[in-house]
C-alpha cells in the first residue's frame, strides 16, 4: 500500500552540526507535506511545510526539500541545539480535506 | 494560547472494561482527528470529522471503537470493551479545511494501559 517512510529510524548529531532527516514518499498524486517533531510526553508539534508545486521552503533554522522526481523529503536543521532532540515525522497530504498519513518517525538526538 | 484539550492524560484500566476520552479542539477548527500512536505502528489515524459529520473512520475496529462529537467543543472516542492490545497513545487533532492543506494541532494525548 502507499505510505510515508523515513531512511533512518535514529539519527545522532553533535550539537551546532547540522542535521539531515530524510523521508520517502510513494504517492505521486500527494500535493502537501508536513514536518512535525514530537518531544517525549507530548503530541506532535507543526514544524514547517510545504507544497508539491514547491521544491524549497525555510523557516527558523529549518530547511523543508522536497524532489518529487524521487519522492524524497527532507528536514535539514542549522546549528542543531539540545533542545532539538525529539522524533520527527514526515507526514503527506494526498488532496485538501483528507486526513495526514504519518511516516514512522526518525529519533534525533543531539549531544554537548 | 490556544490548544487542544484532552483528558484524561493517563488511563488504567481492566480487560473488558469501558475507556471514554475526550477532546476539546481548538475553537474555530472545524476538522477532528483521532490517532493512535504505539512503538510498531507509529501514528495511526483512526476518524476523523469535519462540521462535527464523521468522514472517515476506516482505520478504526468498528465492533469496540466509537467515535462522536456531541457538539463542536467536544470529540470523545470510545472503547468497549477494552483489550490489552488497545494500550496505547490516542491523540486527537484539530485543524481548518482549507485549499493549501492542512495543518493540524495536537493535543497531549491520552496514554491508556489496559490490563
Known amino acids: 500500500g502507499e505510505s510515508v517512510g523515513l531512511h533512518l529510524p535514529t539519527l545522532s548529531v553533535q550539537e551546532g552540526d547540522n542535521s539531515i532527516i530524510n523521508c520517502a514518499y510513494s504517492?505521486?498524486?500527494?500535493?502537501?507535506f508536513i514536518w512535525y517533531k514530537q518531544e517525549s510526553g507530548k503530541g506532535p508539534q507543526f514544524i514547517i511545510d510545504?507544497?508539491?508545486?514547491?521544491d524549497k521552503r525555510q523557516g527558523q533554522r529549518v530547511t523543508v526539500l522536497l524532489n518529487k522526481t524521487v519522492k524524497h523529503l527532507s528536514l535539514q536543521i542549522a546549528a542543531t541545539q539540545p533542545g532539538d532532540s525529539a522524533v520527527y515525522f514526515c507526514?503527506?497530504?494526498?488532496?485538501?480535506?483528507?486526513?495526514?498519513?504519518f511516516g514512522k518517525g526518525t529519533t534525533l538526538s543531539v549531544s554537548s | 494560547d490556544a490548544r487542544v484539550t484532552q483528558t484524561p492524560r493517563h488511563k488504567v484500566t481492566e480487560m473488558g472494561q469501558e475507556v471514554t476520552m475526550r477532546c476539546q479542539p481548538i475553537?474555530?477548527?472545524?476538522?477532528v482527528f483521532w490517532y493512535r500512536q504505539t512503538m510498531m505502528q507509529g501514528l495511526e489515524l483512526l476518524a476523523y470529522?469535519?462540521?462535527?459529520?464523521?468522514?472517515?473512520d476506516s482505520g478504526m475496529p468498528k465492533d469496540r471503537f466509537s467515535a462522536e462529537m456531541p457538539d463542536a467543543t467536544l470529540a470523545t472516542l470510545k472503547i468497549q470493551p477494552s483489550e490489552p492490545r488497545d494500550s496505547a497513545v490516542y491523540f486527537c487533532?484539530?485543524?481548518?479545511?482549507?485549499?493549501?492543506?492542512?495543518?493540524?494541532?495536537f493535543g497531549s494525548g491520552t496514554q491508556l494501559s489496559v490490563l
Open positions: 487533532a484539530s485543524g481548518r479545511t482549507g485549499t493549501l492543506g492542512e495543518k493540524l494541532f
Open positions: 504517492n505521486s498524486a500527494s500535493d502537501y
Open positions: 510545504i507544497r508539491s508545486n514547491m
Open positions: 507526514a503527506e497530504n494526498m488532496q485538501a480535506g483528507t486526513a495526514l498519513i
Open positions: 475553537l474555530g477548527h472545524n476538522t
Open positions: 470529522f469535519r462540521n462535527r459529520a464523521p468522514l472517515d
